[in-house]
């Protein structure tokens, strides 16, 4: 952790910059916090959350920027924190001259809790590289099951939504001012639960975004395996784009340009 | 599934310069084809979103049926790129979740297309008619 | 046609005599570019032959209704004047400034009085054989000369009606008619008319079989013309669409047409020529029969040359021969017999392979020929121009449309029998051969189009009206209209409900615009055809009426719904219903779009340096607009430097050098030569195009382009080809006739050898030009050297229209034709001594024939190569064979779908020189459209993003084809630049907030669309169940 301190009291002093979005506890809890060069020694209870106390410090990172343009902040990023920098620099919702990484690796047990192929950031401040998992369990038996019975297995899960929006709101990708959830022309309005649909629709924006946090699943009050979902949605986009999310060497979204040539083909009837 | 009184209602987006006019060049040739479909008219096939999909299926289609101007052809020369990446992911999507993605379907249909076009609409309702029903139908009605 | 040097100015006005589509086109082409136009037609109604036709080839489409928005257009332009019935009696004056007496004949109504109810002509007790329907049927004194007549009015036929042959007596139309329109007093009014220039194009008259006696047309019913054919196919015909021989009304199970009546015979007729347009009408015409019919009807051709040399004519025969069915007897009929007994007919004929056979028919049809009517001809004495010697108006090859008297312009089928797209071309070419006369005359006497108030229609909810139409029985045969009407009646917003038998005619437009008023409506749905052919139409109807022209809906219930569900006329009706809810849905979350004017370039680029690019150069310079000519090459010409003579026996060189000459010198034409197009951006009337100049790179601005890359002969691999110097294609034999070339001089025996890759699997299309080049060359190695044996070995002669003279006189000179058949061709091998023998089977005598020619000429295909490039560059397209594809076969010959971009010459199908040149006029012209507009309109149907949505993801930017989204980094939002914007909506699609709106097809229309199919069918479905 002394290294992890060093390194932001060292950017706040140097005023390299205009703040850090870290974790700090507060009342036994701890808590998303915004450590400044003003109250410095505040830095000094800086702390890496516990694997079971996540928030979505990107999310908070958009807002700020969004008060503060011309201002650089720092942040604590995990792999998957920061998988989410790098898809909202490629958004336009953040500009990567204005946010300075403070990176964590996770441990083993959140690695396999999560199922994450790169649970480190880039660069290190805090905890040892663990070993990665490279594939979904999770993704893989819904694979295997026939049409009918994963369509059984879906339908139930999607029938226990209350519409709360909570996966929606905690997660770090979903920026739109607007969301297409709530337009009553898309998803039918007053009842519940939600069209079948909804939980398809928000996969679809997910594909090719969604950075494996986990928190939708973490938020949802239903018990809906969102995450299985989203992770199958970003596994297609390999498949058929070769995308990976939040790499830095990814090149653009397969979302956001037409590309030179047409490589897939339609399928066959 | 299989009824032999099964009526699927099947929705169609169209683009205005192939597959709408190859579909006018079927009537124009006079080439039969089943009337379970209902058809929408888009500029572009890139100008369907999965969203236009998916309420289909949600307010009762069988099946959904998207026909745009072959790759190289596209009337704004590569609107139609997006729609295949479009409509292939969602396929893939659909049939993760058991959401039998052979509801979707996307053929590339000129202008000069006639035969092709009604030869298309044929098979995909005797397709959907095999399939029967939507099982989302069904779960909608059931909730 | 240089303009003359002009006393005074020019008159900016100019009479179109004859109103079929090429009357039409011109008319429209002048009206457009700043002209007043006077229409002469002798008819009560324009629309001339095309309007009679059921269906049109190679595409299938039905005539009428392709024909009938350009009638329209024409009936309702602000600078066309219809005179009809008239003629033209006489002519003083000269280029520039004519005066022409037209006699405008007494109708007998008041044009401005008839509603044309109809109720004069039900009144009328005279009966008249129907000539709109070749005499099948009747009408009556009182008519109207077809339900879509423009202008629709009803007229009185003082030949026929009683109250001229009885002396004062009968009067009943007089007497019922309702807005008392009927005017016996009326008399012809001859008028002097001031025009600059004059177009001919009173179009052919059908050739009367009569004479035939051996095919006794007169005296039996069911030997028919192809013309009473036409008719009997039509929906609107005799027999509404119902394919019933007259004799009895049976249905036929077996037809056969008979080929060259009246065309390329001098027994029965002086008409030598080939009428250049059976082949074609006779194969659609058993095609579409075979389709009418419900029990597999049996269709023969019997023919002597199948003439399919048209772009996709061959794949059309083809299709006919292998697929549909359609049988193919190469002889000519002598005569045809009664059957006794019964009304059926028997044919005796020798098949190809020499055995007298006899068969029976249900009914038979003459492919008759075209011919110039004699009172046309008359009407060419009158005006001083020539005629050749099948009686069509004399013209040049160089100079295509440009009548023998200066001033005086001749397109279509009168200037040489020929199909609708060449009538269109050339009809648009004399528009362009008058532009340039007349050009300082521009918008000296045209109106200007008045501004349509619009109505603010913010604060009114929707009221809609929906008008269903019967498109004769094309719909209502099928679909119940009225049924569909009363249902739209019950939609919500739904105000005003009506059906019409043909919602697309003139009068309809007036009902629409009249209801429009009377019920305050603001919204606009129509249920008949494709939009594609029909919205512009309606809409500007609508916006004559003060509405916003994108509040309007056009449902289609034909072409994709009583068409292709014929055999179940409920599921029909109810698809109908579905589809007229959908529609009414979205239109009532229309809202008015915008549009806006942007500036125009008055420049045109052309690409090509041949003559055709050289001519649509000239043809856009001469009527005042600056050019860029662009050329690969270093030199101007391209491949006509190559050809000796036309098929009319013109030198070719002088004229090409008078070409090149004019097109340095004109002040308005920069030549870019060793050039080529890199790129392009822009669009119609603001294009920015890169040139490269060995490698340096200039930029243009133009507002139209014209693509004229020409084309390349096919080096075969075939024939011994490069490998025996005796073998020669078709332009080398012409080098070495030019030159002198011992090969030639010192032959005694020279062969040409037809189709080398054309017409092959490979390239399934006919070159064309190459079987006149060959009969050509042939006749001048027999003037060369009387005594030398000369043979063309063919597999169909295709020197089609007047080209067949040429036919005609090597045969008379001694040029020995050998048909060989595509599978069994002739064999090439390379003799001991080098010399050439050549085996090939004479299919009458059934032997091997060997042929030990000293020159060989192939004719060999003419290719193209490397069009994909400049496709891409100007976003339009190319047919399978490569050549660029225009936006519609039959009536936009020159235009392409992209707006501002036109075609000519070689690179759009091989052609001869002579239609070239007129291709190139008529790109010239429809240019000149563009150009000659002060603006431009942009808007309408584009993408729009709303800003404060919009989070600035930009999804958007990169999935816009044209580049036309920003984003704007101060709002941190994107903007769709709505002049780049072509409105495909893939942006729309791609928003995830589904914040960008493509207007006219938003998402809530979309959604809207959605509900409603599947709503109303699922009531359907819980009330069955």
């Known amino acids: 952790m002394d290294k992890l301190r060093a390194k932001v009291r060292s950017l706040l002093t140097e005023g390299k910059v205009a703040g850090y979005l870290g974790y700090l506890i507060k009342d036994g809890h701890p808590l998303p916090h915004f450590f400044t060069k003003e109250n410095l020694a505040e830095v000094d209870q800086a702390m890496v959350a516990p694997d079971s106390a996540r928030y979505p410090l990107d999310k908070l990172l958009i807002a700020l920027a969004g008060r503060y343009p011309e201002a650089i902040f720092a942040i604590q990023v995990r792999g998957c924190d920061e998988r989410g920098l790098n898809e909202l620099y490629k958004w336009g919702q953040l500009d990567p001259e204005k946010v300075v990484p403070v990176g964590v690796a996770c441990t083993q047990n959140q690695a396999d809790y999560c199922e994450c192929p790169g649970p480190w950031a880039s660069v290190v401040d805090y905890g040892e590289k663990c070993l990665p998992v490279a594939k979904s369990r999770r993704v893989e038996r819904i694979d295997t099951l026939a049409e009918q019975d994963a369509f059984q297995e879906w339908l139930a899960a999607f029938k226990r939504c209350i519409k709360c929006y909570g996966c929606r709101d905690v997660c770090p990708m979903c920026f739109c001012k607007e969301c297409s959830l709530e337009h009553e022309d898309l998803m039918s309005t007053g009842q519940l639960p939600p069209d079948t649909i909804f939980q398809l629709v928000r996969a679809i924006h997910m594909a090719g975004r969604c950075i494996d946090c986990g928190l939708c699943e973490e938020t949802c009050p239903a018990d809906i395996p969102l995450r299985v979902l989203y992770k199958k949605a970003n596994a297609l986009v390999k498949d058929l784009f070769d995308y990976d999310v939040g790499s830095p060497g990814a090149g653009p979204s397969p979302w956001k340009v037409l590309g030179e040539d047409a490589t897939l083909e339609a399928k066959p009837m | 599934m299989s009824d032999s009184t099964f009526e699927p209602k099947i929705i169609g987006f169209f683009c205005n310069w192939c597959t709408y006019a190859g579909a006018d060049l079927a009537g124009v040739s006079r080439l039969q084809y089943p009337s379970n479909i209902r058809v929408i008219r888009v500029m572009c096939s890139g100008t369907v979103s999965p969203h236009h999909v998916l309420r289909a299926f949600q307010k009762g289609a069988d099946g959904v049926l998207i026909g745009g101007c072959h790759i190289g052809d596209c009337h704004y020369l590569r609107g139609n790129y997006m729609t295949v990446k479009r409509m292939r992911f969602l396929q893939d999507l659909l049939k993760f979740t058991g959401f039998e993605p052979g509801r979707l379907h996307l053929e590339w249909i000129s202008a000069a297309e006639g035969p092709k076009f009604a030869q298309t609409v044929r098979d995909f309702t005797e397709k959907i008619k095999k399939i029967g029903p939507s099982r989302l139908i069904a779960a909608v009605k059931a909730a | ?1025």
């Not at chain 3, 709109?132 to 339900?147: D, H, M, T």
């Not at chain 3, 129509?526 to 809409?539: D, G, I, M, N, R």
């Open chain 3, 1 to 1025: 046609m240089k303009s003359q040097q002009q006393g005074t100015n020019p008159v900016g006005a100019v009479m179109v005599v004859g109103a079929g589509i090429a009357g039409v086109q011109a008319a429209l082409d002048l009206a457009d570019a700043g002209f007043y136009v006077y229409v002469v037609e002798a008819k009560p109604a324009i629309g001339g032959v095309m309007a009679q036709l059921d269906k049109t080839f190679p595409t299938n489409d039905c005539s009428m209704c392709i024909l009938s928005p350009k009638l329209v257009e024409c009936g309702r332009h602000l600078n066309i004047e219809i005179l009809a019935p008239a003629r033209v009696q006489g002519i003083i004056g000269e280029p520039g400034n004519f005066t022409v007496t037209v006699n405008q004949a007494a109708r007998y109504i008041d044009m401005a009085k008839c509603i044309a109810c109809g109720l004069c002509a039900e009144k009328c007790p005279k009966k008249v054989p129907d000539a709109f329907n070749q005499g099948l049927i009747s009408r009556k004194a009182a008519y109207v000369l077809y339900p879509q007549a423009v202008p629709l009015k009803y007229a009185i036929d003082p030949v026929n009606c009683l109250y001229f042959k009885k002396g004062g007596k009968c009067k009943a139309c007089e007497k019922f008619c309702p807005t008392g329109a009927v005017d016996f007093s009326q008399t012809d009014q001859p008028r002097d008319i001031q025009v600059g220039a004059v177009v001919l194009a009173p179009g052919f008259k059908p050739y009367d079989p009569t004479k035939y006696a051996a095919y006794h047309y007169a005296s039996l019913p069911n030997v028919v013309t192809s013309m009473e054919f036409e008719r009997i196919l039509s929906a609107s015909g005799p027999y509404q669409g119902h394919l019933v021989r007259p004799s009895d009304h049976k249905e036929p199970q077996k037809i056969a047409w008979l080929q060259c009546v009246g065309s390329r015979d001098l027994n029965h007729c002086d008409n030598s020529h080939c009428s250049a347009v059976c082949c074609m009408y006779a194969i659609k015409e058993a095609v579409i029969a075979k389709e009418h019919s419900k029990d597999g009807l049996e269709a023969a051709i019997f023919f002597m040359d199948m003439r399919t040399m048209g772009k996709d004519f061959e794949k059309y025969y083809w299709r006919a021969r292998d697929e549909q069915g359609v049988r193919f007897i190469r002889t000519r009929i002598h005569s045809v017999d009664p059957v006794p007994g019964t009304d059926d007919l028997s044919i005796r004929y020798l098949d190809e392979d020499g055995t007298l056979r006899a068969e029976t028919f249900d009914m038979l049809v003459l492919s008759v020929g075209l011919e110039v009517a004699p009172e046309v001809l008359e009407t060419g004495r009158i005006l001083g121009i020539d005629f050749n010697a099948n009686k069509f108006a004399e013209t040049s090859s160089f100079a295509p449309v440009a009548a023998t008297r200066p001033g005086i312009f001749v397109c279509g089928a009168f200037q040489g029998p020929k199909d609708i797209p060449q009538s269109v071309m050339e009809a648009s070419a004399s528009a362009s051969a008058a532009g340039d006369l007349l050009a300082a005359a521009r918008f000296s006497l045209a109106k200007k189009k008045p501004e349509f108030a619009e109505r603010d229609i913010s604060q009114e909810t929707p009221r809609i009206g929906v008008f269903v139409c019967h498109c004769g029985i094309n719909i209502a045969g099928v679909i119940d209209v009225e049924a569909v009407r009363d249902y739209a009646g019950t939609l919500p917003f739904v105000e005003y409900v009506e059906n019409n038998l043909f919602t697309c005619s003139q009068d309809t437009q007036e009902i629409i615009k009249e209801r429009i008023k009377e019920h305050n409506l603001n919204r606009i749905v129509v249920a008949s055809c494709t939009p594609k052919t029909h919205e512009p139409l309606f809409q500007e109807t609508i916006k004559e009426a003060g509405l916003n022209k994108y509040l309007f809906e056009l449902v289609n219930i034909r072409d994709q719904g009583s068409w292709v569900h014929m055999h179940e006329p409920e599921r029909a009706t109810r698809r109908a219903k579905d589809q007229v809810r959908m529609g009414v849905a979205k239109v009532g979350l229309q809202q008015p779009l915008r549009e806006f004017t942007l500036p125009i370039t008055k420049a045109g680029l052309v690409i090509g340096g041949g003559a055709a690019g050289m001519e649509a150069a000239l043809g856009l310079a001469d009527q005042g607009f600056k050019v860029h000519l662009v050329e690969k090459k270093d030199f101007l010409g391209g491949h006509a430097l190559k050809l000796n003579h036309t098929w009319r026996g013109e030198q070719v060189k002088p004229y090409v050098d008078g070409l090149v000459q004019r097109v340095t010198k004109h002040p308005q034409i920069e030549v870019h030569l060793n050039s080529e197009v890199t790129d392009v951006q822009g669009f119609v009337g603001n294009f920015h195009s890169t040139l490269s100049t060995r490698g340096r790179e200039v930029e243009v601005e133009h507002g139209a382009a014209i693509i004229a890359t020409g084309a390349h002969s096919y080096k075969p691999n075939e024939y011994l080809y490069k490998e025996n110097p005796r073998v020669l294609l078709a332009l080398e034999m012409d080098q070495a006739i030019r030159e002198k070339n011992p090969l030639v001089t010192t032959a005694k025996c020279a062969a040409f050898i037809q189709c080398v890759g054309s017409r092959e699997p490979e390239r399934p299309y006919c070159s064309r030009v190459c079987c006149t080049h060959s009969v050509e060359s042939a006749i001048r190695l027999k003037e060369l050297n009387p005594d030398m044996d000369v043979y063309v070995l063919y597999r169909d002669l295709r020197t089609y229209g007047p080209r067949e003279n040429l036919y005609k006189e090597a045969r008379e000179k001694g040029v020995i034709f050998i048909r060989f058949h595509a599978d069994d061709r002739p064999q090439v091998a390379q003799t001991a001594d080098g010399g050439l023998q050549v085996t090939v089977k004479d299919l009458i005598l059934g032997l091997p024939i060997t042929i030990r020619p000293d020159v060989l000429t192939l004719a060999s295909a003419i290719i193209v190569k490397e069009q994909e490039k400049l496709a891409k560059m100007f976003k339009v397209p190319l047919n399978n064979e490569g050549f660029f594809l225009e936006a519609h076969m039959k009536l936009r010959p020159v235009d392409f779908a992209t707006e501002g971009v036109f075609v000519a010459g070689l690179a759009h199908y091989p052609k001869p020189l002579d239609e070239a040149i007129a291709q190139a006029k008529a790109a010239a012209a429809r240019a000149a459209v563009v150009l000659s507009q002060e603006s431009i309109k942009a808007g309408g149907v584009v993408a729009s993003i709303d800003p404060a949505l919009c989070s600035g993801c930009q999804a958007c930017v990169g999935v816009c084809p044209f580049g036309a989204i920003d984003y704007k980094e101060t709002e941190k939002v994107c903007e769709v630049n709505q002049a780049l914007c072509k409105g495909c909506g893939t942006c729309a699609a791609n928003c995830p907030s589904e914040c960008i709106t493509l207007l006219g097809f938003s998402h809530k229309q979309i959604y809207t669309q959605i509900d409603q199919a599947l709503a109303e069918l699922k009531m359907a479905a819980e009330a069955a169940g």
